[in-house]
Structure formats: structure tokens, C-alpha cells
């Protein structure tokens, strides 16, 4: 498949661009999409190609319009719902929750309900304390969604059009450093299908380390400045943080025998724990150290450039987590 | 603008009138509710529904009169107190009861209970746990029949507590700005839960919410079934040629208390006595014998024969299997 | 870096400094003698990990430690000179002062909890698998946590060795698919034998007992024991009274050796008790009969059957556990003419008698058949010489083949 080279955005034009043009079931609300084409331009071009029927501004109002999204799936529309800022997915915590996560279920299996909820999160952009979470593990422990987390140009485009022709719910997290994020991507690619577990992106014999959105990237610098220090560390894109199956990351560690698991999120409730307790079930006998999580610390994130920068863990602080662990 | 108090039957407004069959078939309709909650209540003593129910005593004419101004194709969602809702629309009482009592052959199941019957089949799209949470979907649903454009409607049936939640500003708000075919239909029984609205909102009168969207808006007696009928007609009409939504609050009352757990020891004994006089089956009845349509014989042999179809389809669904635990319920969670 | 103290020995929990041969600046050699250290088994010397410089002694002549308390500190090659021995080492588990705890210092230590052995899981899977006993490596990791790396150097440096024929360390060999683990009675089995095998110096001697005598007191006493007493009256009561006898007169066979202590020392038995072992389900048990001297037939056999009971319903008393001097194996009509016993742990012999059989013997000058058993004594050489165990299988074989039998 031949690639082009764009960014983490455009990325996410293309996919809702390629899937809207293939189901005419297809539709995308949100706030500020249609003629602004969002206010991080992931809805560039998609008003005036597909109007303004099946390319909605909503009111300010999340638990209308997401709690919507699941009235028309329930009758043969395949909604998507763009989440300004990840930090508001809370406003449609019910709709999410308690409706379109187990609708199916009470039906007895009887409805389908395909939505997918985009939401911009993350922290790097100055936005403060209510703009700048990813929110990845508000709906951690809701059985019924499904939880992807693209962190390159290449998987947003991918997971997002597998997302949109899923039969169930799932939430797409995406992060608002990475748009600008430019990669190779196949683009007009026909077959897509959802992961189903995380995705090792470079190959190492030391030290595995986990990481998800921003922090994959973060970890690849880590495992740079390592490579020069002698140790070869294995990095891993979690991907899928719901339904979480860590059989990669488990094998990884019966070869590498030591464990990071890097979030960015503060340090308790969070998806790093639950990677830490299923490695150590899967692959004890072969950790040769204490696996580490690095998080944030547990504050909220603060506007100031250098204390948010303070806040996030750095490829330094990765690197020497790795180091400390081999000494 | 039309936030009407007290509306007159507009009989000669109503796009499809009733016909004398009609008016017997609402009649059976709400006795055949009220029938399937006797029983649903005689059928919780003998431990056959657990954890709790709701029961809609009291508001059958609400539930009758919306459906019979409904087409098959049209959606509708409602909330816990739903039973009625459902059986309007036609769902099948032993599929219902087995629902009830957790059952295999449960219209979901026995996976949803009886908080949760949904029939997608008959347009019953959803009954909803969480207060007002049933509403944004309605507008949902709405907005699949705006765009779809085969006159269809979406009907949302909440209650006088749920107009106090964001969902139902949110809800009101799109689909007004949208001009969704959407009836918001507020059964306003005067209890939200156990608290008696005076204590929860500023009035009593919940046709003045709707102001505050510009929307259509009707205030009807809900215990007189042709009432309910007249405004839900007018106001499906209106949604399918793209009038937009109309808000419909309906003046009922609840004779039994929230869930089967509360006996609405709460309640003025005075004001439960005027609404129980005010009963909207006998209403009715007596409306139709005063009209020759039914003599008090044919009307004891309608309920004597909804109370042993319920009796019968409760005793079909108690002999229903258990659904197993190790089969594939598990699956239904994700298609 | 941190020198810990070492587990010398399976069972080492502490050990007592002797002397150092170095002293604080000195510098030493891999394997140049560092100290001298009591441990439960001997005096031992203990050899330097690595070249370096002796930084700090952490225990002067005389303290007890816990094995992984930090024993002494060095510089080594890399390592700057000013490197502060900075992070906090396991305490070492002294005996605390009389004045603090009344209890007998020997005691409190016994009692004090164990340092534990650090080490991460890969590394407790690899000495499992190579055979390395984690307790004689230095642990390279925070805290001496023995890693990976220090148990592959473990198994590297075997695999060096001229005379060692150990598979090379080159790739963990990973557990057959097939492979199920022991059920917890065949642990407990794997345990004592192994235990027994690894320090029991056993030998054994033989002899063929003839048993007619028995037979025909058997069929005697049978019939009346059982309508009187409700017992069934066994080969195995016959044993158990002329071991009891036997037992009874050889003061020298009553003993068990005693590992608790520094000093070697045995311990006397005060009555005659006998370990039987019974066959069980997958395994065992060893339930004792306490107290067998002089005992009748009758007793015995209701203590036997009880016993047997106790054993096949998998409940043993207290008091089964605690060691006898012997125990008595008896295979019955299973197919085997002779066979040896392991020796229970705490124990110093063990008796297995074969199968009862016909065999040809020189009787006065001719040929005779004669019914016996062979009779298979294993006993502890750290106590029991050849010429105790022979006389004591001697008088056994009096005792069987000419009675008398005490039925009441």
C-alpha cells in the first residue's frame, strides 16, 4: 500500500472523510465541526462535501448530543460524536455510562449500537487543568465500551475507520500534541479491523516499556537514549485499553524480564495498574525487577509551560526508570 | 405560541377521529394494563419478580391515548415505570412477564428486567433506569426520523421529576433548535420518587418549561384517555409535516408508591382519594356506557378477560426456563 | 559494594563471625579467605566475591547474623573511592540483649524471624532450573536481590568448571507441556527423602528370619484375640512386639541424632516407639505407636488398627509427628522378596521386611523349605555401628523364630 506523508490530523480528516463517502449511514456531531470544521480542523472539508445533515453543530450540550447519537443507532444510523476536549466527556458520563455502553446488553442482544465518541485530550498545549486530560481511564471499568488510543499519524487514520464500521461502542482517544504529528499513511486503504491488543513498535532485549498516545512517543526517545547507554528496550503501544489483554506485553517481559508502564494520568485508578497486575499474573516467574509505573504526579495539570513540562514524564525520566531497574 | 392550560377536547381538530371501535380498543388497552400490573404485583408477593418493579397504576390513559395516535413505524422510549408504554405499543404480555421474572423467554431475555423491556421490533426503543437519561436518545431517534424523512415521530415518556435533570433541558433545547419530530410527553403524576413536586420545583404547571425552548406545548388532563389521544395526534401531525416537537404534560397520578418497596405513606390520604375517584378506567367507562358504546356487562367481561389473559401469561412465563449462566449471555454485550 | 552473608547450608538461617583474616583497607583477592564463620553444620571459611578493598567489617568476632545481613563492605575496580556505603542494608538480626529479653539467647535467636532470601522471580526460576541453590550467591541488585545475571554467572562459572558435566547455560530449559506438579503429600514425601538422602549417612544390613513360629502362634492366638478384643490379629502385631522387645534390650538402637544445635549431640529415646508406614492413596503416612514395650498382641493390634485408621483417613495426631527412633516397614503380600527404606528425617533406622515367601535353607547338614522373610535395616552410621545394627537383627530373628508371644 502505497503511503502518504501527513499528520496525526489530517489523518483523522481522511478516515471520517473515506468512511462517510462509503456508508451514507454515517454522521458526525459535534461542537464547532460544520462550517469552523472544528476548532482542531479534524473536520476540515467534511460540511462542505457531506452538508450540513450528516455534518452537525450541536449546542454546547454533551448529554444531548452524545445520549443522541444513541437514539440513532438504535434506528439505522451509524453516529460519530466529536468531544471538543476529552476533559468533557464527563458532561455525557450517563449517556455513556449507564446508556449507550449497555443498551445492547439489557436488550438481550436484540439492538446494535455503533457510535463512536472521538474525544481530543491530552496534556503539552498550555490548556490548564480542565482542557488538558486524557481521560483514559474515566471509562476504564465500563463493560460494553471499547477503548482505542491511537498515538501516530498511521493508526489514528487505521483505528478511527475500523471504529466507524465497529457494531459497538467505542471511544476514541485522541491527543491534541500529536496533531500536528506527521507519519506515513496509507491512505484509500479498503480493509481495516479494530486491534484487539497492543502493538510492539520497536524491538528490544532489556526492557519492555508500555506506553499509550503522547507517552509511545516519548518512550521511543527513552529507548534512543538508552540504545546509547548499551540497553535495548522494547517499546509497546498499548492501543486498546478496553477490552485490555496484555498477552503482548507478557511475552514481551518473558524476554526482556523487567517492566515500565508509562501514563499520562495521575498515579491510582489508572489503566498502568491494571497492565501491572495482569503481567505479573501472566509472566511473574520471569520479572527480574519490580515492575515500575511512571504517571503523573496526582495533581491536576497546570498551565504554566514549565510546571506542565515538570508534570509529564520526560524520555529522560523514562530512560533512568529502565536504568534503575537493570542496575 | 401555545402553552395552553386546560385544553377543551379538540375533537374536531383531531386529524384522524376516534370511531366507536376505537374508543372500545382504548378501553380494553388501558384494562389490559392495569390488568398486567394486578398481576405483576400479585406475582412480586409470590417472589416471581425480583429485585423491584414500578408499577403505572394510575396512568394507563397516558400510555393508551400516545399509542393510539402512533403509526408502527413511529419510536418510542420511556423510562422504569414503562410496563404500559409497552403493552400499548402491543408487546406480547408473556414475553413481557417473562422479562419480569428473569426468564429465557423474557422480551430481552431476562437480561433487562423490568426496568429494561425494549422490543425493537415494535419501535419500543428503550426504557431507561436513570431519570431523564431515556430523553436525549428520543431526540436521537428523532433526528434518525428527520433524516430519513418518512414522517415518522419519536415519542420520549418521562416523568414531572425528570424535568428538573440537565438531559431534559439539553433534550428540549436541540430538538426545538433542530425542529425534531419529537413529543415529550411528561406524565406528571405529582412524585418525583418519594418527594412531592412543591418541594422540587418552583411550580407545578411543568407546560411552563416548555417557554423557555419556544416550543409547541399542550397541558391536557391525563386521566381522560381521548384527551391524551387529541393532543398526541395534533402533535404528531405537526412532527411529521416539520412542525417540530411539542411538549405534552399530562396531569396524572400514581396510585401506588415509587417501586414496590414504598408504600407513599408520604402522600395527603385526601389527595390520593380525590385522584383514585378520578380513576381513568372507571372514567371511561362510565364515558362509554353514557354513550352506548359498552353496557356494564360487556365491560366486566373485558376485564374478567384481560385479568385471566394476564393470569394465563403469567403462569406460561413462571413455567419459562432460567437462562443459563453458562450459555452465551455474556456475548450480547458486544456484537 | 555490600558482601552478604551467605547460605552456606540448606538449613543455615544464622551464623556466628570466627575470625577475619582482613582488616579494613586490606586489599583481597576473588576467593582469598575473607572470615572464619560457625554455622549449624561446621566452621567454615568464607571466600571474597571479588578484587577489591575492604571498606568496612560489619560484625566484630563473636556476633551472630542473619544469612543476607551485610557482613562487609568493599571497594571494587569501578567503584570511585568516595562512594558512601549509602543505602540502608538489611539489619542484621543480632541477638537482642538479655536486659531488653529474658528468653535464653540461644532461644531468641532460633525464634528471631529469618532475613529473607532476596531474589526476583526470574532468578528463582533459573537456579530451579540449572540446580543452583540461591542461598551460596551474592545478590547484585538494591537491596542484594539475586537477579537473572548473578544466577547465570552461577550457572556460566559450573559450566566452566573442567570436572563439572553440567548442560551448558545457554537457553533455559523450559518445563515439559506434560509436566504436572506433585500433589502436597508427595511434596511432603519428595521433601523427606530427599532430606533423608542428603543427610542421613545410612548403611544397610540383611537377614532372613524364618516365621513359622509366627504362623503357628498366629493361628493359635488368632481366633480367640479377635471374638475377645475385636481385633484382627496381623503379621504386622507379631513385628511390632518382637521389635518392641528387641528395642527395648539395645539401648544404642533408641536414639536419634540431633541437628538442632553447633555441637553434634543424639538424643535418647524414653519408651519404646515405633513409626509404621502405611500405604495411602497416592503416597504414605507414617502415624507412630507410642509406648510398645511389653505390650500384648492385643494391645498392639488395637494400637496398630487405630494407627492404620488414622492414616487412611489422612488425619495423624500431634503426636505422630513427633520422630520416633525407628519405624517399620512391611510391604505385605506386594511382590517384592526384599527391598531397603529410607530413614525418616529425625529418625536413625528403618525396617523393611519383604514379602513372606518359601525358600530353600541347609537345615542340619540337608536341604529344607523353609517360610521367612527377609528382614532390611537401615540405620544412621553417625550413631549406629554395624556391630549394634547385626546383634540387634540378630536378637530380631531369635525373637521371631522362637517367641514367646505375650497375647494378653
Known sequence: MPTQDITYREAIVFALQEEMRRDPTTLIMGEDIGESEGPFKTCQGLMAEFGSARVRDTPIAETGFVGACLGLSLTGYRPIAEIMFADFLGVAFDQIVNGIAKHRFMSGGKVKTPIVIRAIGGAGLRFGAQHSQTAESWMLSVPGLKIICPSNPEQAYLMLKAAIRDDNPVLVLEHKALLSMKGPVPVGTEEVAMPTGPKILREGSDVTIVGSLAMVGRSLAAADLLAADGVSAEVIDIQVLRPLDVTVVAESVKRTNNLIVVEEQAPTGGWSSDVVADVLTQAFDYLDSPPARITLPDHPLPYSPGLEDAMLPSPETIAATAKSLLE | ?335 | ?408
Not at chain 2, 405529582?190 to 418549561?209: A, C, K, M, Q, S
Not at chain 3, 552456606?8 to 579494613?24: C, D, F, Q, Y
Request: contains cysteine; aromatic residues 6%; glycine residues 8%.
Open chain 3, 1 to 408: 559494594m555490600d558482601f552478604l552473608l551467605p547460605k552456606l547450608s540448606a538449613t543455615m538461617e544464622t551464623a556466628t563471625v570466627g575470625r577475619w583474616l582482613k582488616s579494613v583497607g586490606d586489599t583481597v583477592k576473588t576467593g582469598e579467605t575473607l572470615v572464619e564463620l560457625e554455622t549449624d553444620k561446621a566452621t567454615m571459611e568464607v571466600e571474597s566475591p571479588v578484587d577489591g578493598t575492604v571498606t568496612e567489617l560489619m560484625a566484630e568476632a563473636g556476633a551472630e547474623l542473619a544469612v543476607g545481613a551485610v557482613l562487609a563492605r568493599f571497594r571494587t575496580a569501578g567503584e570511585p573511592a568516595s562512594a558512601a556505603p549509602a543505602k540502608p542494608a538489611p539489619v542484621p538480626a543480632r541477638a537482642a540483649p538479655a536486659s531488653q529479653k529474658p528468653a535464653a539467647a540461644p532461644a531468641a535467636t532460633r525464634s528471631a524471624r529469618p532475613t529473607r532470601l532476596l531474589a526476583s522471580p526470574m532468578a528463582k526460576r533459573l537456579a530451579g532450573m540449572h540446580d543452583v541453590d540461591l542461598g551460596t550467591l551474592t545478590g547484585s541488585g538494591p537491596h542484594g536481590r539475586i537477579r537473572m545475571r548473578d544466577v547465570l554467572a552461577a550457572v556460566d562459572a559450573g559450566a566452566q568448571a573442567p570436572a563439572s558435566t553440567a548442560p551448558s547455560a545457554a537457553a533455559p530449559r523450559p518445563l515439559p507441556a506434560n509436566a504436572e506438579p506433585l500433589s502436597p503429600m508427595r511434596s511432603r514425601i519428595a521433601t523427606a527423602v530427599s532430606l533423608s538422602r542428603q543427610t542421613i549417612p545410612s548403611f544397610v544390613l540383611d537377614r532372613w528370619i524364618d516365621t513359622s513360629a509366627v504362623a503357628r502362634a498366629r493361628a493359635m492366638l488368632g481366633p480367640d484375640l479377635e471374638q475377645s478384643g475385636g481385633v484382627k490379629l496381623t503379621f504386622t502385631d507379631f513385628l511390632l512386639q518382637a521389635l518392641a522387645d528387641c528395642l527395648a534390650q539395645s539401648p544404642r538402637m533408641l536414639v536419634r541424632y540431633a541437628d538442632e544445635g553447633a555441637q553434634p549431640a543424639l538424643i535418647r529415646s524414653q519408651s519404646v516407639d515405633i513409626g509404621l508406614v502405611v500405604a495411602v492413596e497416592d503416597g504414605v503416612m507414617i502415624p507412630v505407636l507410642r509406648d510398645l514395650a511389653g505390650k500384648s498382641l492385643a494391645s498392639i493390634a488395637a494400637a496398630r488398627q487405630a494407627a492404620v485408621q488414622r492414616a487412611r483417613a489422612g488425619r495423624l495426631s500431634q503426636a505422630d509427628a513427633e520422630p520416633a527412633s525407628m519405624s517399620l516397614s512391611n510391604v505385605g503380600r506386594a511382590g517384592a522378596d526384599r527391598f531397603e527404606a529410607i530413614i525418616q528425617p529425625r529418625e536413625s533406622s528403618i525396617i523393611a521386611i519383604g514379602r513372606e515367601h518359601e525358600t530353600v535353607v541347609p537345615r542340619a547338614g540337608g536341604i529344607a523349605v523353609s517360610s521367612g522373610i527377609n528382614a532390611t535395616l537401615s540405620v544412621d552410621h553417625r550413631l549406629i555401628d554395624g556391630v549394634t545394627g547385626a546383634g540387634f537383627l540378630g536378637s530380631l530373628a531369635d525373637r521371631i523364630e522362637i517367641g514367646p508371644w505375650s497375647a494378653h
Open chain 2, 1 to 335: 405560541m401555545a402553552a395552553r392550560k386546560k385544553s377543551a377536547k379538540p375533537s374536531n381538530q383531531v386529524p384522524d377521529p376516534l370511531t366507536d371501535d376505537d374508543r372500545v380498543e382504548l378501553f380494553r388497552s388501558m384494562v389490559g394494563i392495569r390488568e398486567f400490573e394486578e398481576q405483576v404485583q400479585r406475582s412480586y408477593l409470590e417472589g416471581l419478580v425480583h429485585g423491584t418493579t414500578h408499577l403505572c397504576n394510575g396512568h394507563e390513559a397516558v400510555s393508551s391515548g400516545v399509542a393510539q395516535a402512533l403509526r408502527p413505524d413511529d419510536y418510542v422510549s420511556y423510562t422504569y415505570r414503562g410496563h404500559g408504554h409497552c403493552l400499548a405499543r402491543g408487546m406480547d404480555m408473556e414475553a413481557a412477564f417473562a422479562e419480569l421474572f428473569g426468564r429465557v423467554d423474557g422480551v430481552c431475555g431476562g437480561i433487562g428486567g423490568s426496568m429494561h423491556l425494549t422490543d425493537i421490533d415494535k419501535g419500543l426503543i428503550g426504557a431507561f433506569g436513570i431519570v431523564g437519561g431515556g430523553l436525549p436518545v428520543a431526540v436521537g431517534a428523532g433526528l434518525s426520523a428527520q433524516l430519513a424523512n418518512k414522517e415518522q415521530v419519536s415519542v420520549s415518556f418521562f416523568g414531572d421529576g425528570a424535568a428538573n435533570i440537565g438531559a431534559f433541558h439539553e433534550s428540549m433545547n436541540i430538538a426545538q433548535v433542530w425542529k425534531l419530530p419529537v413529543l415529550f410527553v411528561c406524565e406528571n403524576n405529582l412524585y418525583g420518587e418519594f418527594t412531592r413536586i412543591n418541594h422540587t420545583t418552583p411550580y407545578e404547571d411543568l407546560v411552563i418549561r416548555a417557554r423557555g425552548y419556544a416550543m409547541e406545548a399542550v397541558q391536557v388532563d391525563g386521566n381522560d384517555v381521548e384527551e391524551v389521544y387529541a393532543a398526541a395526534s395534533i402533535a404528531a401531525m405537526r412532527a411529521r409535516g416539520g412542525g417540530g416537537p411539542t411538549f405534552i404534560e399530562a396531569k396524572t397520578y400514581r396510585h401506588r408508591g415509587h417501586s414496590r418497596t414504598d408504600p407513599a405513606k408520604y402522600r395527603d390520604p385526601a389527595e390520593v382519594e380525590e385522584w383514585l375517584k378520578r380513576d381513568p378506567i372507571t372514567l371511561y367507562r362510565k364515558d362509554l356506557i353514557a354513550r352506548g358504546l359498552l353496557d356494564a356487562k360487556a365491560a366486566d367481561a373485558i376485564v374478567a378477560e384481560l385479568q385471566s389473559e394476564a393470569k394465563a401469561a403469567a403462569d406460561r412465563a413462571a413455567a419459562s426456563e432460567w437462562p443459563s449462566a453458562d450459555q452465551d449471555f455474556m456475548a450480547k454485550t458486544f456484537a
